[in-house]
């Protein structure tokens, strides 16, 4: 048969063709929502933590609008914090690699701190396409020891929800190591196994797993 008139080629063709314009459209989703100055500026009752003892306000900002301070506190809480996770699996932990990742330019961070300007806790998250889809991806969400187990956390990714959901992400994805005892934190709050998170095998463990939260308004409209 002549390769042109082949009708499974031209499916296939086709199938090419809608593919690559839904990973456009979601690429201007996740484009449109780098381009936001501040995305909690419309949500001032986010932008205050007061509950246990805490009386924190919040901002998101770009990493390349924070303070060096700011930065180095960041990388500073997620080697206190993680390292001993890391090193403890086939992860490892490499400064270099970890600074990089925390300071690349596409990173967002939303910032906790008390009133005297206490850095209480963050998360690096960035808008992006994850396997073609438009997602909020949380980095990161780390707490300063002594405010862990007050609601902080929960609340941080409320907002997170919150900012993903608003600028139409279709999930908020995350990657947590199984040697954290902190994951459980994730799973406490809804989170589920993605479907992109990998399965162990007889060849292979992994020593992380991927969760998610998917956006209901977009799911039941689709
Ligand atoms: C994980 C972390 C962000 C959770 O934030 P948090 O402010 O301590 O958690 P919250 O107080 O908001 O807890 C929310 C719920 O999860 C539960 N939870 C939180 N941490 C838990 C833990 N380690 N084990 C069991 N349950 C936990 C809480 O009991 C609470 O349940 P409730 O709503 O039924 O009362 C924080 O503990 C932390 O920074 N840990 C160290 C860094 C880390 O591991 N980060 C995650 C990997 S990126």
Redesign the pocket.
Known sequence: MNKKSNPSNKEKRQKRKEEQHRIKLAMQVVDCANSLNDPLESFPVFQRFSKNGIDATLYVKRVTHLDKDVKDWIYDLTKR??KENYESCSWGWNDKKKYEELMDESAWYLVSQLTNGKLL?FSHFRFDLDEGIEVLYCY????EPEV???????FMMQILELVAFTNTMKKVVLT?LKN???S??FK??NYVVDETSPMDCDEEEYPYEILSKANKRLITTA
């Open positions: 914090n993680m806790g990161e969400l780390q707490l862990q187990r007050k609601g902080l956390g929960k947590v954290n005892e902190h459980i934190f406490n709050i």
